[in-house]
């Protein structure tokens, strides 16, 4: 016989031999079976058990963006009045509820997953590569639980933002408040000093003009004359434009007229935290109708999967033992 034909020779062997292993290997689990079958049974109730006992997870999520116009709408119109052309424009004021709102709900993500019983509060994006809309999620043992406290939680930043940035508008309200009436009683004490000194030289004439003798007006254009000139108007015009000058209201300008009006406005201004929001929904937080855990399917199947693979190994290994033959 060649070398070809003891290859094929061997070849059959070995297959034939691989053959009997595998179908020796079946009848040994189908003898078995019952073994098997009492393992995977036995996997199929502890699932069961622990799908009773494990603490069920579940997802409530919302989806959040920046805050309409009207929601900020208070807020940007206080500080339009305050700061003028100056002021943020409402896209500003719309990105900086926002963008306070998303680092106080991130703190208060890290603060529960810190506790000695952590809960989980989720912000990722919901369009990747996009800083909104956000999503923000729950897991809780319960949906409605889950549903419940994701809205708190969302509710509470609100508030605190809210009031954080309507606390720091009533101070730059009250701060611009006392500057305008800083600045309002200054430019009404020099308008008293501009008449005190016009009364001055007023009577300051008059006594030169009795001095003089002079009781008549001896010019025609009285607005030529210079303060030290003024006697000649004589001391009956002087002694009258004095008395009404006395109760003339003091000289003041545009410009004092321009902050009263900015005060009023400013001093009517009033905070509405209640109609003010650091946000808007875009998916109000949801009520999951799928736990994520535990999965009831795949536990049980997976159970019998289980089962299966501990019966076939504790028969062929009991098969293993009864057919062990020591070597002498």
Known sequence: MNPDNNNMANYHTDSNQESIDLIDLIIQLWKGKVTIIAFAVLTIILAVIYLFVAKEKWTSEAIITLPDSGQVANYNNAMGVLYGGSAPSNVEVQERFFGRFNSAISALSEL??????????????????????????YVSTSPAEAQKTLTTYIQQINKRVVNELDDDLKTSINSKVEDLNVDLATKEKIAQEKKDKRLEILNQALIVAEQSNIKNTLVQQ???????????????????????????????????????????????????????????????????????????????????????????????GRNALRNYKPVV
Not at 118 to 128: A, C, D, G
């Open 222 to 316: 009285a607005e030529t004359l210079s303060e030290d000139t003024l006697f000649v108007l004589g001391s009956d015009a002087l002694s009258a434009t004095i008395k009404n000058e006395a109760t003339r209201p003091l000289p003041l300008d545009d410009s004092y007229f321009d902050a009263r009006q900015s005060l009023l406005a400013i001093s009517a201004l009033k905070s509405k935290p209640d109609t003010t929001y650091a946000f808007r929904y875009v998916m109000k937080p949801s009520l999951p109708i799928r736990r994520d855990s535990p999965k009831k399917g795949l536990t049980l199947v997976l159970g019998a999967l289980i089962g299966l693979i501990i019966g076939s190994g504790v028969v062929l």
């Open 112 to 137: 529960l997953d810190n506790q000695d019983k952590p809960e989980k509060l989720t912000i990722e994006e919901s369009v990747k590569g996009q800083p909104v809309p956000l999503k923000v999620s």
